[in-house]
């Protein structure tokens, strides 16, 4: 009885230690004692829901929404000092309070920017949490918003539409994203959990896409994307991605679990959308239909000309 006893006692004393009872897939061991995301509705019921995300975005079955405008970015450029963190699942760096907000695009007000972080797959591989139409990118950045009237992150995932996270995919380039250079090169120093260093001089505007590929997205209620996995999320995922080359997004793998594993494949498996609805915003309608409309006219005017 006494051995029974001291096998519960370990196995909680294991759990406290471990510091998180979720992990992601590339962490499960047979011996191991955390639980994956398959598991995760047993570390909080919230993420067996029906609104969990990530999802599959499937193109064909979005719904044009017009009134999802262009939004509007304020103190997206203005240039900060913060700490990049390795926080055990993913690098996270926080945003000053009220130096960043967003609006429009059919958000219900004004959201500040709290934080951002990343997931990603293994040595440039697979591993953005969004797909597209199956297809799943290399990494992917979230910028995590909350309404202005909060104070607290705690607070604002009370409000079914408290948080609003923009979502943006990277993909292979050929060539070195320079804006990156600094944000890379600080990786090296965050190898293993709970070490940081500060980022100088960096701005949402320099980390993400130009305006002009600003304008078009989809939109879907859904939740975060980890443990406690609540539905109190507006995602907003960009159409078009950020390039880095294939050093620069093999860096991330570099990174290192509490447990010392390497951090990798650092994504929820792909969520059921039970029937929700995703939108996309009229401007990539648009440019389609211009580009569509272009292509015809040029075959009409070939099919027209003499022989």
């Excluded at 990530?54 to 193109?59: D, H, L």
């Excluded at 799943?136 to 909350?146: A, N, R, S, T």
């Excluded at 990786?187 to 980022?199: C, E, H, R, V």
């Excluded at 093999?250 to 969520?271: A, E, N, W, Y």
Aim: charged share 15%; hydrophobic share 35%.
């Amino acid at each position: 009885m006494q051995r029974l006893v001291l096998s519960f006692v370990l196995a909680a004393l294991l759990n406290i230690c471990t510091g998180a009872d979720w992990c992601y897939q590339s962490q499960v061991t047979c011996g191991g004692h955390c639980k994956g995301p398959v598991f995760w509705n047993q570390v909080n019921t919230e993420c067996g829901k029906s609104r969990q995300s990530p999802i599959n975005i499937v193109t064909r079955k979005t719904v044009l929404d017009e009134t999802l405008t262009p939004f509007r970015f304020n103190g997206y450029h203005t240039a900060f000092s913060s700490y990049i963190k390795n926080n055990g699942h993913s690098v996270q760096v926080n945003i000053p309070d009220n130096l960043a907000t967003v609006s429009g695009g059919k958000l219900e007000g004004t959201y500040k920017a709290v934080q951002f972080h990343l997931h990603w797959g293994n040595n440039g591989g697979p591993g953005s949490e969004h797909t597209i139409d199956g297809e799943q990118y290399p990494m992917e950045l979230h910028i995590v918003h909350m309404k202005e009237k909060y104070s607290s992150l705690t607070d604002a995932l009370k409000d079914r539409t408290g948080v609003a996270v923009l979502g943006f995919f990277y993909e292979e380039s050929s060539s070195t994203n320079r804006r990156y250079d600094d944000f890379v090169q600080a990786l090296g120093k965050i190898q293993n959990t709970s070490m940081n260093t500060t980022l100088n001089s960096i701005s949402l505007e320099r980390l993400t896409l130009s305006p002009g590929n600003m304008t078009s997205y989809y939109r879907y209620e859904g939740s975060l994307t980890t443990p406690g996995c609540t539905e109190s999320v507006v995602w907003t995922v960009f159409e078009h991605a950020i390039p880095l080359s294939r050093t620069q997004l093999k860096t991330f793998s570099s990174l290192r679990f509490h447990d010392g594993k390497p951090m990798v494949d650092t994504f929820r498996p792909i969520q059921p959308r039970n029937n929700r609805v995703v939108y996309r915003s009229g401007t990539a309608v648009v440019v389609a239909s211009v580009g569509l409309l272009v292509a015809s006219l040029f075959v009409t005017l070939g099919l027209s000309r003499p022989n």
